[in-house]
Nanobody, 125 residues
């Protein structure tokens, strides 16, 4: 059983930056960030394997967001730059404790066994 706790959300103006963190209570394998905007379904944002490789981003954030992890701290990060109002959402981290996700499995919520409670990001115009 792994617990995930997100932090770092907040209110920022368009064009600004935020850095989200996801602290895990134990070792994890593939991890990902998802987000859910008001009235919309939860969507994939980014994935990273335990090795720090196999990084993949949703097209909507590519070039603006950077996912990383520090395994010594059991923590994953999401650096978000050039934020837009459409990035406003609750951001969730997700993890599995075994295996690296490949292909479309990285985008699927069902591929992840553990989820955090979410952190709110609001971007004002």
């Amino acid at each position: 059983q792994v617990q995930l706790v997100e932090s770092g959300g907040g209110l920022v103006q368009a064009g600004g930056s935020l850095r989200l963190s996801c602290a895990a209570s134990g070792r994890t394998a593939s991890m990902g960030w998802f987000r859910q905007a008001p009235g919309k379904e939860r969507e994939f944002v980014a994935h990273i394997a335990w090795s720090g490789g196999f990084i993949y981003y949703a097209d909507s954030v590519k070039g603006r967001f950077t996912i990383s992890r520090d395994n010594a701290k059991n923590t994953m990060y999401l650096q978000m730059n050039s934020l837009k109002p459409e990035d406003t959402a609750v951001y969730y981290c997700a993890a599995r404790t075994v295996g690296t996700l490949f292909g479309t499995s990285r985008f699927s919520q069902g591929s992840y066994d553990y989820w955090g409670q979410g952190t709110q990001v609001q971007v004002s115009a």
